[in-house]
């Protein structure tokens, strides 16, 4: 019963991996090129059919899907600059349906307000300027990538306790923010100002051969147990199950 509710659980969060776009995977299972488009053009696009597969709209001659941010807005690419409530901000990165921005420019008249509770009544108990608040979500950020690499440390050992090479390589790639960077997400009711390009990906309209579909499965889990094991935090496997799962599963999770 333990082990059939961790084996679930993990499926879960392989799917959800998925679910974020992380590869892009289309209708005839092949892996999407990514592509940055102006958002002008992205907003000239005419959904249309190529072969059978539908997409957004048309990039030199290549059908393409938009691809959108976990909360439904357009994700801008890398180097796109644009305007938030906190300031001037840069696209450094990209994963999935998230980014990484980075404030160039603070807003002056940024404010936050930090709410307290005191025998059950609210009250703002301080109000902080944009980077004040903005290396406070860094630092929020970087106490869960610490505590999820301790749960990998935990988790992900060899026989004699030591951690494994793949474990140590998860934690040294788990995304790290510095004190003027943050996630950035956004619904479809945000409106980008400034130079700004939205990510793309091609739609391949082309089916795979077995050999290719054989090695596309083997990249998207290898891919996908290194990000499960970054959403492991929340489920703290003892030893023993572990153990019995990776008997029963051949060590796939």
Request: charged letters at 25%; proline letters at 3%; one cysteine or more.
């Amino acid at each position: 019963m333990t082990i059939m509710f961790y084996s679930l659980a993990i499926l879960a969060i392989v799917d959800s991996f998925f679910n974020l776009g992380l590869f892009e995977a289309d209708s005839l299972g092949g892996l999407a090129m990514a592509i940055p488009v102006f958002i002008d053009d992205v907003k000239s696009f005419i959904p249309s059919s190529v072969r059978g597969v539908q997409c957004d709209g048309i990039v030199d001659g290549k059908p393409v899907n938009v691809r959108r941010l976990k909360s439904g807005g357009l994700m801008p690419a890398v180097d796109s600059v644009f305007q938030t409530s906190m300031g001037t901000a840069q696209v450094v990165a990209t994963y999935g349906h998230h980014v990484v921005i980075e404030i160039l420019d603070y807003n002056d008249d940024y404010e936050f307000e930090i709410w307290d509770i005191v025998d059950g009544e609210r009250y703002v108990s301080d109000i902080v300027d944009a980077p004040t608040h903005l290396a406070m979500l860094a630092v929020a950020h970087e106490r869960s990538m610490e505590s999820l690499a301790a749960d990998i440390r935990r988790i992900e050992v060899t026989l004699d306790g030591n951690v494994t090479k793949a474990a140590l390589e998860r934690i040294d790639n788990l995304p790290r923010l510095e004190r003027n960077q943050m996630i950035f997400n956004a619904t479809e009711a945000f409106e980008f100002i400034g130079a700004v390009s939205i990510v793309c990906d091609e739609v391949p309209t082309e089916r795979e051969t077995v050999a290719q579909q054989k090695a596309r499965i083997m990249r998207e889990r290898r891919a996908a147990k290194k990000l499960a094991d970054q959403m492991l935090e929340d489920f703290g496997i003892p030893e023993d199950i572990q153990a019995e799962m990776d008997a029963e599963f051949g060590g796939e999770f």
